[in-house]
């Protein structure tokens, strides 16, 4: 089992920054790729940014050039820096992790609110 938790997020006007971070824990020896996800209310979860250990590093259109993810492995964590953020961009952002056997694991969730 993976263990995830997400922290960072909060209240930030247009134009502002946020950093999360997803800590990782227990069974993340199989883990092969882990990534953000975000869901605003009314809306299906989209995927945002994933980062494989291989060192792939995908973008969704909405996010590229403003957001950047990165992992640190020394400290099994991955992070989402979060640059000139827009009210569109708020949601509850999740991280997740994919192990080598196509299992998902999911964090708690952490609300990001732009204000305009």
């Known amino acids: 089992q993976v263990q995830l938790v997400e922290s960072g997020g909060g209240l930030v006007q247009a134009g502002g920054s946020l950093r999360l971070s997803c800590a990782a824990s227990?069974?993340?020896?199989?883990?092969?790729?882990m990534g953000w996800y975000r869901q605003a209310p009314g809306k299906e979860r989209e995927l945002i940014a994933t980062?494989?250990?291989?060192?792939?590093?995908n973008y969704a259109d909405s996010v590229t050039g403003r957001f950047t993810i990165s992992r640190d492995n020394t400290r099994n964590t991955v992070y989402l820096q979060m640059n000139n953020l827009k009210p569109e961009d708020t949601a509850v952002y999740y991280c997740?992790?994919?192990?080598?056997?196509?299992?998902?694991?999911w964090g708690q969730g952490t609300q990001v609110t732009v204000s305009s």
């Open positions: 980062i494989a250990s291989s060192g792939k590093i």
């Open positions: 227990g069974s993340i020896f199989g883990v092969n790729v």
């Open positions: 997740h992790a994919l192990t080598a056997w196509g299992i998902s694991h």
